[in-house]
């Protein structure tokens, strides 16, 4: 499968939407619209602290998509990035989709001069686990909110 991953266009929009509604239905969660709205407007806001890319084919198929920010820590004089939300569709999963997506959060934050990418998933989704055990450390940290 070839593809690219690249900034996420005005023009992407109702594809992105598709994939954002499917990783909200995967972990069972819902969105207001206008929160989805919101959402994808600082997306393509250049002065917004949300940045997000796709994988897209060459005909234009976005094929996955990932919301990075930068913040800064008491432990680092650089900045962290929070890797937020990665999804690809069904039939891109096993293909390298999310690899290249994770890759292109890890260059831009090296160009940050980030000190680590981290992110959460739950403890049952297997299949991005095995990517992310590749990719990545498991911490022992425990995710506590309110």
Not at 25 to 31: I, R, W
Not at 118 to 136: I, M, P, S
Request: aromatic share 14%; glycine share 6%.
């Amino acid at each position: 499968m070839t593809f690219i991953v690249r900034p996420l266009a005005a023009d992407d929009r109702e594809q992105w939407l598709g994939l954002w509604q499917g990783y909200l239905d995967f972990y069972e969660s819902d969105v207001p619209a206008s929160v989805t709205n919101l959402t994808w407007n600082r997306l393509l806001d250049p002065e917004a602290p949300i940045h997000g890319l796709c994988a897209a084919t060459t005909d234009g198929r976005i094929l996955g998509i990932v919301h990075y920010l930068f913040h800064p820590v008491t432990w680092a004089a650089g900045p962290r990035c929070y890797l937020e939300d990665l999804f690809t569709s069904a039939d891109a999963r096993g293909r390298g989709v999310g690899r290249a997506l994770i890759e292109a959060v890890y260059a831009a934050a090296d160009a940050r001069g980030a000190d680590q990418v981290y992110w959460l998933t739950q403890e049952f989704n297997a299949t991005a686990r095995r990517l992310y055990d590749q990719v990545a450390t498991a911490t022992p940290f425990i995710k506590y909110r309110r």
